[in-house]
């Protein structure tokens, strides 16, 4: 019997390793149609699982009802499954080179349970290559199988975009790639199961991993470009949304704007490319200009507002600084790689306090991760504001609310352009990128 038509008649078990953004959402969603095991090493994120709560804020309870899941944080468990889907992070390290132990770890522990007939699929974000040389030399050691033989491996990237309500698991084309031809369309009958909007099928393992990562270095790119563009507009004291706005009224104009890129996903993965293009002895141009420009941003913004308070003739040390929003984008708790966190240390180096604010994201992880203090509100008199996450309730402040935080000459830092439009009834000194 084919593994797809073992698990839609459940007689055999599907796992799911890594229980986050990306995990999540896929174990739930095949819960629908095969039976699935959930596992995650960290046992207080699986007991709040186990309660219907999603530890990432992305999920209600209503996702978990009549869903045929277990979730564990025993490994031993795994060997009940026979489909793994592994959905682990794949962060950098200090050096913004390729930081494997996650990968690797879920890797060995998927090994340990793998059985003949048994099917792996990566769904982590890697360089290409690293399916075939990095993860299954390891499955096939601790295993003591032959891949293509005994077991089966694929790669189908994730597209989850946190916080997106529109672009969901089950309505956006998902990339499935299989060791071989028969691999290949068994994985792509599992995922048609969950992904209504249909799979593209990849020639390749090594495609399918190439085509995840320049999806999200592509956008670096651009948006590198905007940030660069903004940089120059603002030394000609030009608004750079205003330039943009009139350059998007050309038909093929593409729609990019200036902002900090963090994240898991763009701030990261162009290094994984960067990383493999080495070993093939290119050193990238593009690639790594980008990386660099959106790397700089946070302490550019900081730099620059310090710079704006100085003209006014406000002296920054011990001036009182307010900064709204500190996740790595809009509407989502995830602080992971922030560049808010760059900003609001150049502000403290140049001696500022500051008082950081949002609703969004967790305070004992953002005091755990950055060795911040989150504010549960702002205060007033503030000398300078940084409106730096363009949360709904941000979205939503009218200019009174704005007003309250600050003093009559407050200098207001729009990363956003949120209140670009208005600046002028703002009556502050007003800068945005």
Known sequence: MKISEALFSGQKSLAVVGLGYVGLPAALAFAEYVPVIGYDYNESKVRQLQQQVDPTGELDAQAFECKNIRFTAQAEDLREASFYVVAVPTPIDAFNKPDLTPLLAATRVVAQALKPGDYVVYESTVYPGCTREDCVPLLEEISGLQVGVDFWVGYSPERINPGDKKHTLSNTVKIVSGWDAESLQEIAAVYEAIVKA???????????????????????????????????????????????????????????????????????????????????????????????????????????????????????????????????????????????????????????????????????????????????????????????????????????????????????????????SRRHQLGWPYWSL
């Open 198 to 420: 249909g799979v593209h099928r990849a020639t390749s393992i090594e495609v399918a991993e190439a085509a995840k990562i320049i999806e999200n270095t592509q956008r670096d790119v651009n948006i590198a470009l905007m940030n660069e563009l903004s940089i120059i507009f603002g030394r000609m004291g030009i608004n750079t949304y205003e330039v943009l706005e009139a350059a998007g009224t050309k038909w093929n104009f593409l729609p990019f704007y200036p902002g900090l890129v963090g994240g898991h996903c763009i701030g990261v993965d162009p290094y994984y490319l960067d990383y493999k293009a080495s070993k093939l002895k290119y050193h990238t141009q593009i690639i790594s200009s980008g990386r660099f420009v959106n790397d700089s941003m946070g302490g550019y913004i900081g730099k620059k507002a310090v710079k704006q308070l100085i003209s006014m003739g406000k002296s920054p040390l011990g001036a009182k600084a307010l900064v709204l929003g500190f996740t790595f984008k809009e509407d989502v708790s995830d602080i992971r790689n922030t560049k808010v966190a760059d900003i609001v240390r150049e502000l403290k180096d140049y001696g500022l306090s500051v008082d950081l604010v949002d609703p969004m994201a967790d305070p004992q992880q953002v005091h755990h991760e950055y060795g911040f203090e989150l504010q549960e509100a702002p205060g007033s008199q503030y000398d300078l504001i940084v409106l730096a996450v363009a949360h709904e309730q941000y979205r939503a402040m009218t200019l009174e609310d704005l007003k309250a935080y600050g003093k009559e000459d407050t200098l207001l830092v729009d990363v956003k352009g949120l209140f670009g």
